[in-house]
C-alpha cells in the first residue's frame, strides 16, 4: 500500500493530457501498427475528442529536424494556436526551448494565442537535449546546468512581463527594460497568467523547476523514481518559500514572485485491453518490431541529457532500450493492463504527489475516446473513495466532464 505524501492533493481531481501527435512517426519508434495521425486534420479532431472525453489538456512537442522516427514535425506555437481555434474548453500547452525564442517575444505571442482561445493557452519550457538542432541552426548550444541557468531566467522574464507594468529585469541571458506588454493575458479566475509547465529529470531541472514552474513534467517513471522527483522539487520550492498551499504574501520575498507551490505531471504510455496478458503482449510486440537504428541513435543523442551532468542523474540517464521505444519513457509508469488495473495505478500514483497524467497511445483518437469512457469513471470512483477514506471530499467542480459530447461519432466521422 503506498503512504499518501504530504503533497498529495486529495479533494483535488487528477487531470489528465495527451500527446499531440505533431510529429511523424507516432510515440513510440516501432513498426508495430500505429494508427495515429501528425496532420491537422487528425490532430483537430482527436483535440475535440480529448475536450469531451474528460481531458483539460494537450501538449505540443517542439522538434525541429528529422530525427529517430520523427521524419517530420509541425511547429508547436503555431499548431497548438490553430488547435486551440479548433476547441472550446481544451488548454493547449505550447512546448519552447529558450535558446531558441526571446522570452519577450514568446510572451506576446502567447497573450495573443490566450485572447484567442478566451484563457486556454500555457508553455510547456524545455532546456532541449537535441544538440544538433542548435548547432546546425547557429545557436549557442549550453552545458547542460547553464541551460537551466538561462531558462530559469527565461521563465522569470515571461511572468513578470505577463504580470507587471514596466517590467524589468537584467540577467545574464536577458536584459528587459521597462516593458509592459498590453493587453495582459486574459483575466481566468484561479490563475495568475498563462501556466508555465517545465519538462526536465535531472538535479539541475528539479531544483529550476522548484524555484519557478508552476507545473514539473516529468518522463515516465515508478512509483519510487518518481517519489524523488517530487522531493527534488519540493525541497528546492521551499527553499524559495513557496508555498504547500495557496501562494505566500508578496511581501515574505522582494526578489522573488510569490508563487503557490508547483504542480507535478507525469507522463505514462497507456495500453488499456481486456485483459492484462493482451496488453502485455501488445507491450511486448512494440519492443520486438523497435525501429533499433533510430532507438539506438536517440539513446547516443540522450547523453546530453541527464547522463552528461556530474552526478550522472536526469532524463534517459537509465533508461534501458525498452524503456527508450517510447522516448518518453512512458512504459516505466506501467500503465498497461485493464481499465481497472490502470486506474488502481493512476491512484497509486496520486497518493505521491501526481496532479496530472500526461498520456500516450497508439491509436490516438480511438484510445482517448477509450480512456474517457473505460477508465476515468474508475479513477473518479477511486479517487473519491481515497478522499472520503481521507477525511475530505473529491471536489468535481470545474473538471472536464467525460462524455460531456459525443466521442463515438467523432472517431467513427
Ligand atoms: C513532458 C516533457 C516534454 C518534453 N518535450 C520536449 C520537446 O517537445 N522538445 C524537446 O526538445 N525536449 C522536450 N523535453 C525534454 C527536455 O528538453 C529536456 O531535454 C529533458 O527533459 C532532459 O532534461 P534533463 O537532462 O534535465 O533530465 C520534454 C521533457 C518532458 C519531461
Redo the contacts with the bound molecule.
Keep these: 500500500m503506498t503512504e499518501i505524501s504530504n503533497v498529495a492533493r486529495l479533494s483535488d481531481p487528477l487531470k489528465f493530457a495527451y500527446w499531440v501527435p505533431n510529429v511523424s512517426g507516432g510515440l513510440v519508434v516501432s513498426t508495430i501498427e500505429q494508427r495515429t495521425g501528425w496532420d491537422f486534420e487528425y490532430n483537430k479532431k482527436l483535440a475535440r475528442i480529448a475536450e469531451n472525453s474528460g481531458f483539460e489538456y494537450a ?5 525541429y529536424a528529422a530525427s529517430y522516427g520523427a521524419d517530420k514535425q509541425h511547429e ?1 506555437t503555431s499548431f497548438s494556436l490553430a488547435l486551440l481555434a479548433a476547441t472550446e474548453r481544451l488548454k493547449v500547452i505550447s ?1 519552447v ?1 529558450p535558446g531558441m525564442w526571446h522570452p519577450g517575444v514568446l510572451a506576446k505571442f502567447i497573450i495573443t494565442a490566450d485572447h484567442i482561445s478566451n484563457g486556454r493557452a500555457a508553455v ?1 519550457i ?5 544538440k544538433a ?1 542548435f548547432e546546425n541552426f547557429g545557436l549557442e548550444w549550453l552545458e ?1 546546468d547553464e541551460r ?1 541557468v538561462r531558462t530559469e531566467e527565461f521563465i522569470k522574464v515571461l511572468r513578470g512581463l505577463w504580470t507587471e507594468q514596466d517590467f524589468s529585469q537584467s540577467g545574464k541571458y536577458y536584459n528587459i527594460a521597462d516593458f509592459t506588454l498590453q493587453p495582459a493575458p486574459v483575466d481566468v479566475p484561479g490563475r495568475a497568467h498563462p501556466e508555465i ?1 517545465f ?4 538535479t ?2 528539479q531544483a529550476t523547476a522548484g524555484r519557478v514552474a508552476d507545473w514539473y ?3 515516465g517513471k515508478d512509483l519510487e523514481g518518481f517519489k524523488e522527483n517530487i522531493a527534488g522539487v519540493v525541497a528546492a520550492a521551499g527553499e524559495t518559500r513557496r508555498g504547500t498551499e495557496g501562494a505566500l504574501p508578496a511581501a515574505l520575498s522582494s526578489h522573488l514572485p510569490a508563487l503557490p507551490a508547483p504542480r507535478f ?1 507525469l ?1 505514462g504510455f497507456v495500453i488499456a485491453r481486456d485483459s492484462e496478458k493482451e496488453a502485455r503482449d501488445t507491450l511486448r510486440e512494440i519492443v520486438a518490431k523497435a525501429h533499433k537504428p533510430a532507438v539506438e541513435g536517440f539513446r547516443a543523442a ?1 547523453q ?3 547522463a ?2 556530474k552526478d550522472g542523474k ?4 537509465d533508461s534501458s532500450f525498452e524503456d527508450l521505444v517510447q522516448y ?1 519513457d512512458g512504459f516505466k509508469t506501467q500503465l498497461i493492463g485493464t481499465p481497472e488495473q490502470i486506474a488502481e495505478r493512476i491512484v497509486e500514483f496520486k497518493k505521491i504527489g501526481v496532479n496530472l497524467f ?1 498520456t500516450g497511445y497508439l491509436h490516438f483518437q480511438e484510445e482517448v475516446a477509450a480512456f474517457g469512457q473505460d477508465i476515468l469513471p474508475i479513477v473518479r470512483d477511486l479517487e473519491a473513495d481515497l478522499a472520503r477514506k481521507n477525511g475530505t471530499e473529491l471536489n468535481l467542480s470545474g473538471t472536464p466532464a467525460a462524455n460531456a459530447g459525443s466521442t463515438s461519432g467523432l472517431v467513427n466521422a
Excluded: P
Design positions: 501538449l505540443t512537442q517542439t522538434r508547436a512546448a526551448h510547456n524545455v532546456s532541449g537535449w537535441l538542432e547542460h537551466y509547465f519538462g526536465g529529470n535531472s539541475a531541472a513534467f516529468s518522463n505531471g507522463n540522450v546530453e541529457a541527464g552528461s551532468t536526469g532524463m534517459w540517464a518518453n500526461l
